[in-house]
C-alpha cells in the first residue's frame, strides 16, 4: 500500500484552514494544520512533506521569513511552496514571492479547482519519487548481492531497471501534458516557476536512473531528495 503524502497548511485564520481542507480533500492525503510559521517550521523538524501551502499575511513571522528559514534548512530547502495572499501589491510583491522560494503564487480568492490540480502534481511527483527510491535502494542491494544466480539476478535487475524507467516516463508525460495545459490557460509566472521545478525534479530523477544502467560510470549514486 502506497503511504499517503503530507500536505502542510499554514494560515493563522481556523476558517481559511478550514477552507483548505475542504478543498483538497479530494487528493485522499494527510493534511496537517499549522497556525503560525514557527508551528509551520515545528512540524517540518520531524515529517516529511510533498508540498507546503503557505499564508502570506501572519502575525508574528509572516509568510516570507517562514520560506526564508524552510529553505535555509538542508531538510526542507527542497519542498515546494506555494503562497496564499489575499492581497495583491503587484509585480513586486510577487516577485518577492518567487525570491523567497516559491513555485507559484496565487491570490485570494483563488479557483479551488486550479489550486487543487496544482497541489496534486506535487503530491503525484513526491509519491513518485518515493516509491522510485524505494526500488532503486532494492536495485542496489541486489547489484550490491549479487545473488545465488547469476543470469537470474541479471534478470531481476534488468526487470527493475525497466519498471523504473516506465514509471518515471509516465510522471514525466503527466509534467509534459501538464505544463502545456497550463501554459495555454495562462502566463501566470507561477506557470513558469512550477514548471522549471518539475523539469529540475524530473531531469535529476532520469539522469540517478541512467546512472544505474549497467556500463554507466560512476556506479549507483543516490538519488536527489524526495522533493
Known amino acids: 500500500m502506497v503511504q499517503k503524502a503530507k500536505i502542510l497548511l499554514v494560515d493563522d485564520r481556523p476558517e481559511n484552514l478550514l477552507a483548505l481542507e475542504a478543498i483538497l480533500s479530494a487528493l485522499d492525503q ?16 520531524t515529517d516529511d512533506f510533498a508540498v507546503i501551502l503557505l499564508d502570506v499575511q501572519m502575525p508574528g513571522m509572516d509568510g516570507f521569513e517562514t520560506a526564508a528559514h524552510i529553505k535555509r534548512r538542508e531538510r526542507t ?28 503564487y496565487i491570490s485570494k480568492p483563488f479557483d479551488p479547482w486550479v489550486l487543487r490540480a496544482k497541489v496534486s502534481v506535487f503530491v503525484e511527483l513526491y509519491t513518485k519519487n518515493c516509491q522510485l527510491r524505494e526500488q532503486a535502494a532494492l ?11 547469476g543470469v537470474d539476478a541479471g534478470k531481476e535487475t534488468a526487470g ?11 510522471v514525466e508525460e503527466q509534467a509534459e501534458a501538464l505544463t502545456k495545459q497550463l501554459g495555454e490557460d495562462s502566463a ?14 524530473l531531469t535529476g530523477l532520469r539522469r540517478a536512473l541512467d546512472a544505474l544502467e549497467p556500463g554507466s560510470a560512476g556506479g549507483a549514486p543516490a538519488l536527489p531528495s524526495q522533493n
Request: net charge neutral; hydrophobic share 50%; no cysteine.
Open 188 to 201: 501566470d509566472a507561477g506557470v513558469v516557476a512550477t514548471a522549471a521545478h518539475l523539469e529540475r525534479k
Open 30 to 45: 494527510t493534511l496537517v494544520r499549522a497556525s503560525s510559521g514557527e508551528e509551520a517550521l515545528k512540524a517540518l523538524l
Open 139 to 149: 536495485l542496489r542491494l541486489q547489484l550490491e548481492g549479487g545473488g545465488s544466480n
Open 160 to 170: 527493475l531497471l525497466a519498471e523504473l524507467s516506465a514509471r518515471l516516463a509516465a
Open 77 to 104: 530547502r527542497d519542498i515546494p511552496i506555494i503562497f496564499l495572499t489575499a492581497i495583491n501589491h503587484g509585480p513586486h510583491h510577487t516577485f518577492r514571492g518567487y525570491a523567497a522560494g516559491a513555485v507559484d
